[in-house]
């Protein structure tokens, strides 16, 4: 098969994996309007287009700003979580997120990153993680959230960095096999 052939049968297959993993979240298919985030006992409803100009610019908008002083937090420390990269092959990922282990790694991640019912939670990460892995092979916590395929997200804020734990941790053991 020539070098063409086969980047086409990759790019065709994150294509329709992308595809497949939106139609299976048993969500309608949009991206996240607004994270609920929990920072010990409080909470606070918080635009995804706020976090993500927080993220992109490092602006904090004045009522996440008091929130976050109420919660003993930086802005600059959510923005440090909103933005960590971790580098993974989009193919790669949807593949090992649909077996055994996927589903694994899926369930911590679903106690701190849920939808509001805490219904389709792996379906509904593994079809975030997926598509933010798509356009530059990495994920960040921000695009998790800007495509959340619910209108709401629930957020643990005491334990994101859990989460990029178990997500590295859990890429760092798997070999590294062509698919």
């Not at 997926?130 to 800007?146: G, H, K, M, Q, Y």
């Not at 629930?154 to 590294?176: A, C, K, S, W």
């Amino acid at each position: 098969m020539t070098q063409n052939k086969k980047l086409l049968r990759k790019y065709m297959l994150i294509f329709v994996l992308a595809v497949f993993g939106l139609l299976f979240t048993k969500q309608s298919v949009q991206a996240a309007e607004r994270v609920v985030l929990k920072y010990s006992v409080l909470r606070e409803s918080v635009s995804v287009e706020e976090l993500s100009k927080l993220a992109k610019t490092g602006e904090t908008s004045r009522s996440l700003k008091t929130y976050l002083k109420l919660a003993n937090r930086k802005p600059e420390e959510l923005r440090s979580l909103l933005n960590r990269n971790v580098d993974v092959d989009p193919v790669f990922l949807s593949k090992v997120l649909n077996s055994f282990a996927g589903g694994m790694v899926l369930n911590p991640i679903g106690e701190v990153i849920h939808t509001p019912s805490k219904r389709a939670n792996k379906e509904s990460l593994r079809g975030a993680l997926v598509t933010s892995a798509l356009s530059d092979n990495n994920i960040r916590l921000i695009e998790i959230f800007e495509n959340y395929p619910t209108e709401e997200i629930h957020v643990d804020g005491d334990r994101l960095v859990e989460v990029y734990q178990n997500i590295e941790g859990f890429l760092d053991g798997l070999p590294r096999l062509p698919f």
